[in-house]
């Protein structure tokens, strides 16, 4: 394999030089001193980077300059791509780069596909420096960074596609790596840490060690890669999927079956207090949040603030003063519970109980069902599946930020990874391995269950379960219905900017190299169609 590295240079221009990275360019006024690293510190650097704009919570510097964290938040911008573009989410605000995010319109300027480059860059670099003076001090730490480093490999690679590769700092250019390339480092890189990754164990925020991934991590990583192995390197690795998602579900990691003081199991998942319940044991990688010490304006709260409007407060508080009424679903997202088109306009206590499904968590009153207008809220039903309040019946550590920890990995969907590359092993439909793993997360929904299912019906039990978690945008692609041949075989509201929808050219499947990126180094090469 062929060596990558990125220069100092290119690194400055590529993240603005983030003040971690100055920080270690030093040199000790007195010679005589001994500069040593602070390997905790650095550790934990290389986790908040994904929950944390900066060192100094969501009103200090943010670590990339010339950038915010709302502009840069690590999981706002991984939402912002994987839903706004898609059947799930729409977005009324007028902020460079959303209208572009909604109608399927994005190019190399787009402001918050930058942003998001640049955190996955900066938390590889991150990564990068504490393996370089840390990483022979405990050989499990340096694992979990060098998963945390293929993970933001992983989301280039199915973001932006060929991406600029580095595992060290140097003099030298970086060189552009193919996408099948990455998707082989990366799983090899996975492969070669998982020995010594901490054993599968689920804990809660009460245990030591709660919020460091662990083996099945890494297990359900390759179980994603290899689902859509296909679109990344040409070749299916169905079984290969199934076998490393089965790992998983037959692990420590369960689902959430509880619930308590009346809110769903599921339900539970996105709460103020899901780190310290029993939701907290089918969290794989939990991003740790708090309203009093770990404060941001991308991550938890961006989920629940730009989802809820004032008017949905009725029956229970929400956890927080901050409404800031932004995104809401299309009529697609809606469709999947209700398939007559049907839903009613009523709150999200009573929508659960039409759907007869708990995940239904959408409320609908003096909504539209269709997005008419989409810079108006309340043209579409609003989402209300996270919020601050706590099952347990506790306050929150604060009235403005909050304490949901994001599962950005939970053990659902390895279930529905099983179930995906079973059916694809056996004709489009599932065999009984298959049925059982959905049928396990319709019954903890309190959902009707089948004794088969089609690809489609597993597509739309994807977004039942995982909607507004960050995945839809790659499940459109695997199944052909975002861009390029099969594109126009599933429309749906404002899709390519007609409000009945178009089909979409195969080039959006990839993001554009940011230009700035392109602009300063020669040896990268733009996606086709850019």
Aim: with cysteine; aromatic share 12%; hydrophobic share 35%.
């Amino acid at each position: 394999m062929k060596k990558y590295i990125l220069s100092l240079a290119s690194l400055a221009l590529l993240m603005g030089m983030s003040s971690c990275v100055n920080d270690l360019d030093v040199t000790p006024k007195d010679p005589s001193t001994t500069m040593v690293p602070d390997e905790a510190a650095l550790f934990a650097k290389c986790y908040a980077n994904i929950g944390l704009a900066g060192n100094t919570g969501a009103n200090g510097d943010c670590d990339i300059d010339g950038l915010d964290g709302g502009t840069t938040g690590y999981v706002r911008q991984l939402w912002n791509a994987q839903e706004l573009p898609t059947d799930e989410a729409i977005c009324a605000w007028g902020d460079p780069g959303i209208p572009a995010f909604n109608y399927n319109q994005y190019d190399a300027s787009h402001p918050m596909l930058r942003g998001f480059y640049y955190r996955l860059y900066t938390g590889i670099a991150f990564c990068n420096h504490y393996l370089s003076v840390c990483g022979d001090v405990d050989a499990t730490r340096a694992a979990e960074v060098r998963f945390i480093r293929a993970l933001n490999y992983y989301y280039l690679m199915d973001l932006f596609g060929n991406v600029p590769f580095t595992l060290e700092i140097s003099a030298e250019s970086p060189q552009q790596m193919p996408r099948a390339e990455l998707f082989s480092w990366i799983e090899n890189e996975l492969k070669e840490i998982l020995p010594n990754m901490l054993a599968p164990r689920a804990v809660s925020s009460k245990d030591s060690g709660y919020g460091r991934v662990d083996q099945d991590a890494a297990n359900l990583l390759l179980a994603r890669m290899y689902l859509n192995a296909e679109v990344y390197t040409g070749t299916a690795r169905w079984a290969d999927a199934q076998s490393y998602a089965e790992t998983v579900v037959n692990g420590p990691h369960k689902l959430n079956t509880t619930g308590l003081n009346g809110w769903s199991a599921y339900q539970m998942l996105f709460m103020g207090d899901n780190g310290e319940t029993s939701a907290a044991t089918e969290a794989i990688f939990p991003v740790l949040q708090d309203g009093t010490t770990t404060t941001s304006w991308g991550t938890s709260l961006f989920l629940m603030a730009s989802t809820w409007k004032s008017d949905m407060n009725i029956n229970s508080d929400y956890g927080t003063t901050e409404f800031w009424a932004g995104n809401r679903a299309r009529r697609q997202l809606l469709d999947k519970f209700f398939p007559n088109a049907d839903a009613p306009n009523v709150t999200f206590e009573d929508m659960v109980a039409a759907a007869g499904d708990d995940r239904a968590i959408f409320f609908g009153v003096d909504r539209e069902l269709s997005v008419s207008t989409p810079t108006e809220y309340t043209s579409g039903f609003a989402c209300a599946k996270f919020r601050n309040t706590y099952a347990s019946g506790g306050a929150p550590h604060n009235t403005q930020f909050i304490d949901m920890d994001f599962f950005l990995m939970r053990s659902a969907e390895a279930y529905l990874i099983s179930a995906e590359a079973d059916a694809r092993q056996n004709g489009g439909v599932t065999s009984s391995t298959g049925t059982a793993r959905v049928n396990a997360l319709r019954e903890r929904a309190n959902a009707s269950t089948q004794t088969q299912y089609s690809l489609n019906q597993i597509l739309d039990e994807r977004s039942r379960e995982l909607y507004y978690e960050g995945y839809r945008r790659t499940d459109l692609i695997r199944y052909g219905y975002y861009g390029g041949g099969n594109s126009g075989q599933y429309l749906w509201e404002w899709k390519g900017g007609s409000q009945a929808g178009v089909s979409l050219a195969s080039y959006l499947n990839v993001y554009a190299i940011p230009d700035e990126d392109m602009n300063a180094n020669p040896n990268l090469t733009q996606n086709s169609g850019y």
